[in-house]
């Protein structure tokens, strides 16, 4: 049972990086229509910033978080500028071969400037907290306590904040948006320097936990794409549920079973998913 | 003779019926006409028969085969063609590869044969380019055939989308709105293209908002609201039809006039 | 056969020429031959990724992972089992056949941006059971010692000449069922997926089936490209199979021009040629390359060969709407037909006279 609790909370706290991650893509593609193959890459940027700020320059760990994530904010912006932009009219294949290209560049730079060597970032919040007779690490309880946090403002700043309301309207008609006046590049830049930013949290979170290294967004991106294609592309709910239903599952066939089983339930589901239903669960189905 | 039947197809699109309770049969040689106003399910049918949709209750039929569940190539291989509301082409190629598009389901030759050059691919490619050949000469596009799609007008547009529905030799040629988008002066020429294609085998059923151009065409029309049936018979009866008249005919041909 | 008028026939020929003349130049330098061999390894791996992405308009990520089969198919067989090259070579064909046909059950079934992410799937989880199942693969220690084909007669293939030839020979194969499917009503079936998925449909062209089809023969090239490079170069590493590899693939056929018969060939060619120049940067190239392949995605995304065809197709066209024309006595419409930059298909139906 111990174990179980134990388990459980590591699971809620990797949900809680596999949703800040997804919602991110998940936005990105309600509102520009293309998958962002280099959402890893974006993340694994964030995790080397954090690291940077946290540990070359010696900032306190939330503000090398926050600096990394307004850094990773304006490489969004600049990633849909000089990539997405002027691809919007290409056939989909083209603007998923750019983000390819991105990707590996954005790999490239941080092996440039970090080596290729695994590094790890040690954690600033120390000490254990002894839940129902489990010990679950204090910078565990921070991530699933940032992670709601995050996910209720970003919540909060969808419904409630002009900005947001303007990407939940692109989001679900983009002529009717720009027909009443909704400027769709502008809103198409920043859904995408929001989605880096979140992908930077969500990395500032976990890294002290994970090794850090140029390919560490690799693995990530085939989860987060098999979240959000579990959980509807485009849908943010989704985003959250699928999250936390992948993470859980993971750590617990990664205990209960082995930890090879844990590290494939990723493919598993997206591969089940799209046999299942090749446009993934919970797409509303489009009219001909 | 029937050539397809349809009996009592129903669609619902959750919770909404699209089409309710059709039933018509289309005759082997005619030409046969479904009309409504916008939203009436005209598409949907069209859809349901060539099997883009699954129907949620009813059958069809075609030359006694049932073909309720199948799939739209199977339609298009027992001999149903069909052509789209918006002109669906291949923009970048030309009429004649367009056309050829349309021998696909025809040709027999497999991978190995194309890279072995059999007598058998030969045999076929030459087949295949004088079928299509045929069809835009039918047409009356064959002149056109090395432009490329996106550079002829809209009214070629639509004879090379006819000409690719030929192509596959059908029996039964589905026109979803032929001549739409069509200015009004060329829709006669257009309808003298529909009105031979029985003689070629071919019968016809469309969907056509112009209503002039129905009248002059169709043996027998059917009548579509809310994706029920309101009137079928031939033209002179569907034009003396009251509920037609209150309906559809009414309001549109004051619209028009 | 008016073979000499065609100018793409002629280009080809040219390319084909003065690769087949490589060796007499570079024979002496084992090193140039090498790297011009390898390269050519990658181009039928590429002229895979040509039918699934050219032909066929789906985003395949998974061809650096069929390749890495074909290699580790290869590599392991003549090593650890010590079987002959040939056999190895051909039961690793057969493989990555099985493979790429299972992975299209389900391939078949998803289109676009779910094509390629389910492509990327396997291209990652290839990668991965390569990378870490130490006891068949050794991993990171890779493989060592890959057998050469074993010749006959006078061919040695320890002889990086004679390397050279079987690898070309084999890539010409390569180019012309490339050429063949292209020009064949296969070709239109894929051409006609690439435009529209419910045009296909309409006229009656099995989607499902043919990307599935599709998705094997890239598949099955992908494994012959992994297993020649397996055996010219002997050793191989996890870094064969990874999603590096379908990049440097991916850059190979936009350079040269995708669903174009000679694209893949001189793409790779030419970037091969690239990467020599930065090879001190190995690790570092993606800087350069990455944004290279972002520009020629936004401002070149047809490749040289897509660029040079359609001028060709262009002049040809002009000539056959002239003549058409004239037949059709005077029957001249009032637009300007041959305005257009486009390119077509590809498929010229008066080739297949």
Known sequence: ?288 | ?257 | MNALKNPRLLGMLAVVIVLAAAPIFFAEQNYAMRVVTVGMCAAIAVYGLNIILGFTGQLSLAQGGFFGIGAYGVGLLTTDFDWSFWSAFIVTIIGTAAVGYLCGLIALRTKDEYFAIFTMAIGFIIFLVISRWESVTHAHSGVNNVKFPEGGGIIDFESPVAMFYLVFVILLICIYVTHAIRRSSVGRTLLTIRTSEDLADAIGVRVGFSKQLAFAASAVLGGIGGGLYATVVGFIGPDSASIDKTFEFLMFILVGGMGTVAGPLLGSMIVTFLFELFQDFQAYRFIVLGPIIVALVIFAPRGIIGYLGGIVDRRSRKQKIAEARRTADGASPEYDTAKSGTVTSGIDPEETK
């Open chain 2, 1 to 257: 003779m029937t050539l397809l039947e349809i009996r009592d197809l129903g669609k619902r699109f959750g919770g909404l019926d699209a089409v309710k309770d059709v039933s018509l049969d289309v005759e082997e040689g005619r030409i046969t006409a479904v009309i409504g106003p916008n939203g009436a399910g005209k598409s949907t049918l069209f859809n349901l028969i060539h099997g883009y949709y699954r129907p949620t209750s009813g059958s069809v039929t075609f030359k006694g085969d049932d073909i309720t569940n199948s799939s739209p190539h199977h339609a298009v291989a027992d001999g149903i063609a069909r052509t789209f509301q918006t002109t669906h082409l291949f923009d970048d190629s030309t009429l004649l590869e367009n056309v050829l598009a349309g021998r696909i389901v025809r040709s027999k030759s497999t991978i190995f044969d194309a890279v072995f050059h059999t007598p058998r691919h030969r045999r076929e490619s030459r087949i295949n380019k004088d079928k299509a050949m045929e069809a835009l000469e039918f047409c009356e596009i064959d002149t056109h055939r090395h432009d490329l799609a996106s550079n002829v007008p809209q009214e070629v547009q639509k004879r090379t989308a006819v000409a690719m529905a030929l192509a596959t030799e059908p029996e039964l040629l589905l026109l979803d709105e032929p001549a739409g988008g069509i200015p009004e002066e060329e829709t006669t020429d257009f309808g003298n293209l529909i009105r031979s294609l029985p003689k070629r085998g071919v019968s016809v059923l469309l969907v056509e908002h112009k209503m002039s151009m129905i009248m002059g065409l169709a043996d027998t029309i059917l009548v579509l609201d809310h994706g029920q049936k309101l009137a079928l018979g031939t033209p002179a009866e569907i034009q003396s039809n009251p509920d037609v008249i209150r309906a559809y005919l009414g309001s549109t041909a004051e619209e028009k006039k």
């Open chain 1, 1 to 288: 049972m111990t174990l179980f609790i134990q388990q459980l909370f590591n699971g809620l706290a990797l949900g809680g990086v596999y949703c800040l991650a997804a919602i991110g893509l998940t936005l990105v593609f309600g509102v520009l229509r293309i998958p962002n193959l280099a959402h890893g890459a974006l993340y694994m940027l964030g995790a080397y910033l954090t690291y940077f700020f946290l540990t070359t320059i010696g900032v306190p760990y939330i503000a090398a978080i926050g600096i990394a994530a307004i850094m990773l904010f304006v490489v969004g912006v600049g990633l849909e500028r000089l990539v997405f932009h002027p691809l919007r009219n290409s056939p989909h294949t083209h603007h998923m071969i750019a983000a390819v290209g991105a990707m590996f560049f954005f790999q490239a730079l941080a092996q440039a400037i970090w080596g290729a060597d695994f590094r790890r970032m040690d954690t600033p919040i120390t000490g254990e907290l002894r839940i129902l007779g489990a010990e679950i690490s204090a910078q565990r309880i921070v991530i699933i306590v940032v992670a709601v946090i995050v996910l209720a403002l970003l919540a909060w700043f969808i419904k409630r904040s002009i900005h947001g309301q303007t990407i939940e309207a692109i989001e679900q008609d983009r002529v009717g948006a720009s027909l009443v006046g909704i400027n769709p590049s502008m809103v198409s830049m920043l859904t995408l320097g929001l989605s880096a930013l979140l992908a930077t949290i969500a990395a500032g979170l976990v890294a002290p936990i994970n090794l850090l290294s140029p390919t560490m967004g690799d693995a990530l991106n085939l989860k987060v794409f098999a979240i959000i294609i579990l959980g509807g592309l485009g849908s943010l709910p989704g985003a959250i549920v699928g999250g936390f239903a992948l993470a859980i599952a993971e750590t617990m066939t990664a205990t209960y079973i082995s930890s090879g089983v844990g590290e494939a339930v990723a493919f598993i589901v997206l591969v089940a998913v799209l046999a299942i239903k090749p446009t993934g669960l919970f797409t509303k189905a489009v009219q001909r």
